[in-house]
């Protein structure tokens, strides 16, 4: 049973770098055609995709949050992270990370529980 | 960018009623919908894929339906446990979209 666990500290400074590290346990993240991919929720809102790597280092990610989002992935360790720069309130939210398939039907199959990350100095 | 219009953004039903949401792309998106649920304080959790394929596992009295940009989600009597959260999610372009979300509750 795959399962996946977000990482990192819940409260950030405005202008800082937000940074978190999802680790997979119950399979290899390098195993499999598979995208590993950050979501986030707002309070009381609806979810957002971030973006997206895949096993070889490929990334994707949404184009409104492009030019601060960077995901890398340490296969060595199981692990891939999400660092978002620049952060303001409006990045306050509760963070997913979750398993996409890559060979098709495309779905989010795996979601880590989740963490909340407040921008706030 | 794909936007996907859910409605209503919240009901009310009894136990035992059917319960139906839609989901509207703003454009032709074939059959690659997903619906979550996502119960307070827990991450969402795959229903159906694929528009009307149910993830095992999952209760047959969710369905879905449609293709191309209308989409039906049924929850075909509803039980107390299934108070949550219900998200529809397109993903025939990036980004993957969700749509706003519609609160089911117990009347």
């Known amino acids: 049973q795959v399962q996946l666990q977000e990482s990192g500290p819940g409260l950030v400074k405005p202008s800082q770098t937000l940074s978190l590290t999802c680790t997979v346990s119950g399979g290899s993240i390098s195993s499999g055609s598979y995208y590993w991919s950050w979501i986030r929720q707002p309070a009381g809102k609806g979810l957002e995709w971030i973006g997206r790597i895949y096993t070889s280092g490929s990334t994707n990610y949404n184009p409104s949050l492009k030019s601060r989002v960077t995901i890398s992935v340490d296969t060595s360790k199981n692990q891939f992270s999400l660092k978002l720069s620049s952060v303001t309130a409006a990045d306050t939210a509760v963070y997913y990370c979750?398993?996409?398939?890559?060979?098709?039907?495309?779905?989010?199959?795996?979601w880590g529980q989740g963490t909340l990350v407040t921008v706030s100095s | 960018d794909i936007q996907m219009t859910q409605s209503p953004s919240s009901l009310s039903a009894s136990v035992g009623d059917r319960v139906t949401i839609t989901c509207q792309a703003s454009?032709?998106?074939?059959?690659?919908l997903n619906w979550y649920q996502q119960k307070p304080g827990k991450a969402p959790k795959l229903l159906i894929y694929?528009?009307?394929n149910l993830e095992t596992g999952v209760p047959s009295r969710f369905s879905g339906s449609g293709s191309g940009t209308d989409f039906t989600f049924t929850i075909s009597s509803l039980q107390p446990e299934d108070i949550a959260t219900y998200y529809c999610q397109q993903y025939d372009n990036l980004p993957p979209a969700f749509g706003g979300g519609t609160k089911v509750e117990i009347k």
């Open positions: 454009q032709d998106i074939s059959n690659y």
């Open positions: 694929d528009a009307s």
């Open positions: 979750a398993r996409e398939g890559a060979a098709g039907p495309y779905y989010f199959d795996y």
